[in-house]
């Protein structure tokens, strides 16, 4: 493997450029027609457009991109998070074509894919789920009720398909659920050309929790231990740290035990992600789903563990380490991380994005635990084509404490002018004292509105 195509844009291109090139990799972006002089683009060695009817479609083309990696003698596709990264298709088609597939084997991707399928196996595996439904097609409702009463309520309205929330609908009584479920239905046939739903049971109080597993293809996997993404809006991450203030040592060693049981029983191999729901009170864990790619929130665990998660990929995609080259008994975690995600959008409209030209912007420098990863410099337009994500800024520290210090500090320092951003939760969050003590469950945003200016 001598030169990578990143099938993607943006910080994660970037981030994941970065590392090709220390490791002696040549890279090749792709990018659309409204992106020609996009940071990745020019950090790549070449790069080629891709022509579509709109922007976003460029990314998803895979027949297009497997093309221009093909005419670059790119030996390898790295998909990044987001557009093509979750798509078995697109790994087989990759591989069918005599390139490396740097993620999971297609077969993994579509049996994790499939949330209800996922749940199948980690039941399978001895991992405790949320208590559910099997599937609805698109516009079989006739046995739902039935299904929501066995469930019970409060409830989770899912789609099978897709990830990120898209979708997803809270319901809290009988009488809402049919609504509830046209709805998801609707929009997950559109997201993801696939209609089907299930319910899930609906835990207050709860965090959520992931497990980061790197696994070899044949069995074996370990773990680096895991991150807190509770601090969320619609369902969608702002603020991840590492190791979870929430959970104690015991829950740690059951959770991460419990996400090996399910690598190791799908042979899974590279860098994934199994999310998990605690019980904010009992601190019972249940198995949500697994994300088969990178993290936007990986730096989190990078900076607890010194560990290169790209690094690991690519080792791992072109058989250059194995179990026992990477040891669980290497892997320490050290200190605490957080992350914050600052995005263009309005948090007080609904967190409705705010395209627009970023002529003021600059971060403070990177260095004594502070990182950033962005695919934006002053000047550039954020466009409203793509999602609002215009950087991620991560601190660590020998403990918790110190790394909220220095993310005030970082955070203060952060410029943007008068372009609309969250800058000012995100600020607001790390000051607030219920996030200063460690309550960051699922609904921090709606118990601590007022305080943060929502």
């Not at 991620?392 to 951003?421: P, T, Y």
């Amino acid at each position: 493997m001598k030169k990578v195509l990143v099938a993607n844009r943006g910080e994660i291109a970037c981030r994941i450029m970065r590392t090709c090139h220390a490791l002696g990799y040549a890279t090749v972006a792709i990018h659309s027609s409204v992106e020609d002089d996009a940071q990745h683009v020019l950090m790549a060695k070449e790069s080629v457009a891709i022509q579509a009817a709109t922007p976003v479609k460029s990314y998803l083309d895979g027949a297009a991109i497997i093309a221009a990696a093909i005419k670059t003698g790119a030996d390898a596709i790295h998909p990044g998070y987001g557009f093509l990264a979750e798509n078995e298709g697109f790994a087989q088609a990759v591989e069918d074509a005599g390139l490396i597939f740097i993620g999971p084997r297609p077969e993994t991707i579509a049996a994790m894919g499939d949330k209800e399928r996922a749940r199948s196996l980690a039941e399978a595996a001895g991992v405790p789920v949320v208590p559910g439904s099997p599937r609805f097609a698109e516009g079989d409702l006739s046995r739902i009720r039935d299904a929501g009463d066995a469930v019970g309520y409060p409830l989770l309205v899912k789609s099978c398909a897709g990830g990120g929330g898209i979708g997803m609908r809270v319901v809290e009584q009988a009488q809402d659920l049919e609504d509830a479920a046209r709805s998801t239905q609707s929009l997950a046939a559109r997201s993801f050309n696939d209609g089907t739903i299930f319910l899930e049971r609906y835990i207050r109080n709860a965090r959520h929790v992931e497990v980061q597993v790197l696994g070899f293809g044949n069995g074996e996997a370990v773990h680096l231990f895991e991150r807190e993404c509770s601090i969320q809006r619609r369902f969608q991450k702002i603020v991840e740290e590492s190791p979870s203030p929430g959970i104690d040592e015991g829950v740690r060693q059951s959770m991460t035990a419990a996400a090996l049981a399910l690598a190791r029983s799908v042979s899974y191999r590279g860098v994934g992600t199994l999310e998990f729901i605690v019980d904010g009170v009992s601190q019972d864990f249940f198995f949500l789903e697994m994300n088969t790619r990178i993290q936007v929130e990986h730096p989190v665990t990078e900076m607890v563990t010194g560990r290169d998660l790209v690094e690991l990929q690519l080792a791992v995609a072109s058989g250059q380490i194995g179990p026992n080259d990477v040891p669980q008994s290497d892997i320490a975690l050290r200190g605490s991380a957080i992350e914050v995600r600052l995005c263009a959008e309005n948090p007080n409209r609904m967190f409705l994005p705010s395209p627009g030209e970023l002529r003021n912007l600059s971060f403070p420098p990177q260095g004594n635990g502070v990182r950033i990863e962005t695919g934006y410099r002053e000047g550039d337009r954020v466009t409203p084509h793509f999602d609002s994500l215009i950087a991620k800024i991560i601190c660590h520290g020998a403990d918790r404490q110190e790394a909220i210090e220095r993310m005030r500090s970082a955070l203060a320092e952060v410029r943007m002018g008068e372009f609309v951003s969250n800058l000012p939760l995100l600020r607001a969050i790390i000051e607030n004292s219920a996030f200063q003590r460690g309550a960051t469950f699922t609904d921090f945003l709606a118990k601590n509105k007022e305080g943060l200016g929502l």
